[in-house]
């Protein structure tokens, strides 16, 4: 690497303009075609521990530190795609330690001939640069010019996102434009991560994605299951739902109905959707408010969630458990398509952009269980309306997959209690005349019915007897819905008050 530096003035297109926004490309003109969410090192990425260097995969993120001499070091891993097609690589990275200057971020296109750099630092500023052998630097954006809009936070994940278009090449920082300039034909796949001088870094993700622009087509509401579904129909728990619970400053909740997977996979048919969840998870939140005291401002709320926001809502209430020193008391309500993975049997939620078939773009459960244990908390309460076994409620995974997988049971740690909609092989199956989730219709009614006022033991015991029965009468099948707790709180569950 050169450290010669000469500036070179980059005339920008009109074109170059044209292309400017973040938002230019939506998720559907998105085909992620690579993506490492850091749950193992099956992208065999260097790790070790050493003088000069440390590499480790570590929940859910790849741990980068360097000690050496020189004041640039890299990790780098080989991606199969095309180049030459238009694409994007985004990555989110945080610097933990070392100076607030110092770069950090992406380089590809590495090869023999020379490479691209894309860094930035917790001052807020950034280079981009290409390096070419036996000629000198070329900036693409020098150190020197400030773009006030950018803002890079220490010790917070970053969005550093690269987009070619063309002959041209665009670069983003948490989604705001930074520059653009005429790219060189690529010859390399090679991608990775730049790190200078003392410092450790931490990369949650990094995604790569053709890109194709799509016509809007509006197409017609599908038919589900042959019975046109009404889903503005309110049952009789998303009415006369309890009010007057005193406001809990230290309650948090992180809530997600994943139902539209077919608008954002265009492979795949709208059987795969999950009926119903987006009116779970809003009934949910209005029992989280209403009835579970958590200050509106307190709740994330998401609706057909993509990987990447459903990763930044797990890493904020994360930030949430740390910040509070031991008071937080945390609920997280899912519901959507889950999966096992074939050969380790561990289980999986599934963003809306992601399909069954690589569980590497999906969100591990043992590493969601340790980034909302990860700190001492008052108590975290998780509910899962989603089955683990490759069926589901409209079936349509598991037509993906073909394959009926019993799910590995995770040991928990710390204050956590898990309430399942289903068990081993079963799937968690929809109840059609409540316009809900079996188990989130059960699970509303007895909140409803007891306007929270509940042990956590007797609302087990009413989950399990109650979803065992009506899941033969509605829907012929059984479902019995499981609650595990971690070894350190056997003892005391029981007796925790929902309210």
Known sequence: MKYLISIISIMLTCQGFSQ???????????????????????????????????????????????????????SLSGMNFDFSKDFEIEASIKQTSGAEGNLFGLIFDKSDNGEYGFVVNGRSESVVYQDIKNEDRRFIKDG????????????????????????????FVNEVFLKSGQSNDFESNRIGFEIWYNSRIYIDYLKVSNLKRVENIILPEPIINSVVADKNL??????????????????FALIIGN?????????????????????????????????????????????????????????????????TDGT??????????????????EAYLIPVD???????????????????????????????????SGGARNQGLLSARGVKVKPKEESLKGNLVVFTASSGEQSSLPYKSKNHGLFTYFLLKKLQETKGEITYKELSDYLNKTIKLNSILANDKEQLPQTNTSAEIQNEWMNWKIK
């Open 20 to 74: 400017g926004l973040y938002a230019d490309y939506t998720l559907k003109e998105k085909n992620v075609i690579f993506l490492d969410n850091f749950d193992n090192n099956v992208n065999r990425w260097w790790l070790g521990d050493n003088e000069q260097a440390y590499g480790a995969v570590e929940k859910g993120n790849y741990i980068l530190e360097w000690r050496g001499s020189l004041p640039i070091w890299y």
């Open 144 to 171: 020197g010019e400030v773009i006030p809009d950018i803002k890079v936070t220490y010790n917070e994940y970053n969005k550093l996102t690269i987009r070619k278009i063309g002959r041209e090449i665009y670069f």
């Open 234 to 251: 309110k049952s009789d728990v998303d009415i006369s739902i309890p009010e007057g619970s005193k406001q809990k400053p230290d309650r």
């Open 259 to 323: 139902e539209d997977y077919s608008s954002k996979q265009k492979e795949i048919k709208s059987e795969i959707n999950v009926d119903f969840a987006r009116n779970d998870a809003a009934t949910f939140k209005e029992y989280a408010t209403k009835v579970l005291g958590i200050p509106e401002r307190n709740i994330t709320y998401m609706l057909d969630a993509t990987l990447g926001e459903m990763s930044q809502g797990i890493d904020k209430m994360n930030k949430i458990i740390k910040a």
């Open 328 to 345: 937080a008391d945390v609920f997280f309500y899912y519901a959507g398509h889950g999966l096992p993975d074939e050969n380790t049997k």
């Open 354 to 388: 992601v399909n069954g078939t690589n569980l590497n773009y999906a969100i591990n459960l043992k590493s969601l269980y340790s980034k909302l244990t990860e700190f001492p908390s008052q108590r975290v309460t998780v509910f899962l309306d989603a089955c683990f």
